[in-house]
C-alpha cells in the first residue's frame, strides 16, 4: 500500500503571500474589526479538535454513502498492518491518511458487490474467531502464579532420572562390505571426518559425519546399544540398522540433570497458559447446549455452488 503523494504546501505557501499590492491600504480598517471574529472562530474550532481527540472507538471519521468509518477500524486497520516494514515508520499523519484512504477506497467497492451466502457465511465466521480470539487473549494475559508454575515444573521433572547423553559421529553406507572397507581404513589411521565426507550418503556425511548431542532414545535401538558399549574415542565395527550399515565414532559422554526452575521458567509460563486456555476451551463447550442437526448429507460439504444464493 503506498502512501499518498504529498500535498503541495510550498506553493500554496507562494500563492498566499502573492496578494496584489493595491488592496494593503485598505486591509488594515477591515483588520481592525478581526480579532474579535477571529477568536471566536478559533475558540469554536479549538473546542471541536478537543472533541475529536478524546473520542472513543465509536468516532465516525468518514463516511463513504450510508457506510461510516470509524475510529475503530482505523486503529484495528493499523494493527493488521505494523509488520509491514514499508508502513512502520510511517509518521502519524502519514499513517492515517493511507488507512483511511484504503478504507474509503474498500467501502466505495464494498457497495458494489453482492451479499451471497459466501459472503455471510465469511463475515459470521470471522465474527466468531474474532470473538473466540478476544476470550483467549484474555487468558493468556492472565500470568501463572508460582505456585501453578512449580507444579508444572514438578510434573515433567519431579521424578526425571539423569540421563547420558552421547555425542558421537558416524559413516553411513549402504553395504556391509563397503562399511568393512570403510573401517579398514580407519584402523590403518584414515581420519573419521574425511573418510565421512568421501564415503557416507547421510544427510551429516558433509559435516563428517557428526551427529551432535543425543540421548538413547533419540536413536533406534541397535544404534543406541552400540554407542552405550563404546568408550570415548573408540570406533565401532559396522552396525546394520533399518537405515544402512554404520561405523560409529563415539567422542564424548555426560550426564544431563532436570533443569532449575528458572532456567525454563519462560516456557512453563507458556505450558500453563495453554492449559489454562485449553482447560476454559473444554469447559465452555462442555457447558454449551448444542444440537447437531441428524440426517444432513456430508457430501453437501462439497456443493460450493450453494455459495452462490443471495
Known amino acids: 500500500m503506498a502512501a499518498p503523494a504529498a500535498l503541495p504546501v510550498a506553493a500554496l505557501a507562494q500563492d498566499n503571500n502573492a496578494e496584489p499590492a493595491q488592496n494593503s491600504e485598505a486591509e488594515p480598517a477591515q483588520n481592525e474589526a478581526a480579532p474579535a471574529e477571529s477568536s471566536e472562530a478559533e475558540s469554536a474550532q479549538d473546542s471541536e479538535t478537543a472533541a475529536t481527540q478524546d473520542g472513543d472507538a465509536e468516532t465516525v471519521v468518514a463516511t463513504v454513502n450510508d457506510q461510516t468509518i470509524t475510529l475503530g477500524q482505523m486503529i484495528v486497520m493499523k494493527q493488521s498492518v505494523q509488520d509491514n516494514p514499508q508502513m512502520q515508520d510511517l509518521p502519524d499523519q502519514a499513517m492515517w491518511d493511507v488507512l483511511l484512504d484504503e478504507l474509503i477506497r474498500q467501502a466505495a467497492v464494498s457497495a458494489s458487490g453482492k451479499e451471497t451466502a ?32 512449580q507444579a508444572s515444573y514438578d510434573k515433567l521433572f519431579a521424578d526425571a532420572e539423569p540421563q547420558t547423553e552421547y555425542s558421537a559421529a558416524h559413516i553411513l553406507v549402504d553395504s556391509e562390505e563397503k562399511a568393512l572397507e570403510v573401517k579398514k581404513k580407519l584402523d590403518d589411521g584414515g581420519e573419521f571426518g574425511e573418510l565421512a565426507e568421501e564415503y557416507s550418503t547421510g544427510p551429516s556425511g558433509p559435516n563428517q559425519g557428526d551427529l551432535g548431542w543425543f540421548t538413547a532414545d533419540q536413536m533406534v535401538p541397535a544404534f543406541s546399544e552400540a554407542v552405550a558399549a563404546m568408550e570415548a574415542g573408540q570406533i565401532s565395527d559396522p552396525i546394520k540398522t533399518d537405515f544402512g550399515w554404520h561405523v560409529i565414532k563415539l ?11 528458572e532456567e525454563v521458567r519462560d ?26 442437526t441428524e440426517g444432513i448429507d456430508p457430501t453437501l460439504i462439497n456443493k460450493v455452488e450453494l455459495l452462490e444464493a443471495e
Not at 121 to 149: F, I, M, N
Not at 251 to 261: F, G, I, Q, S, Y
Open 118 to 149: 459466501s459472503v455471510r457465511a465469511q463475515l459470521e465466521l470471522q465474527r466468531r474467531s474474532a470473538l473466540a480470539s478476544e476470550a483467549v487473549e484474555g487468558l493468556s494475559q492472565a500470568e501463572p502464579t508460582d505456585e501453578e508454575l
Open 267 to 292: 516456557q512453563l509460563v507458556q505450558l500453563v497458559q495453554r492449559e489454562k486456555i485449553e482447560g476454559e476451551i473444554e469447559r465452555l463447550t462442555s457447558e454449551a447446549d448444542i444440537e447437531k
Open 251 to 261: 567422542n564424548d559422554t555426560r550426564v544431563k540433570e532436570a533443569p532449575k526452575l
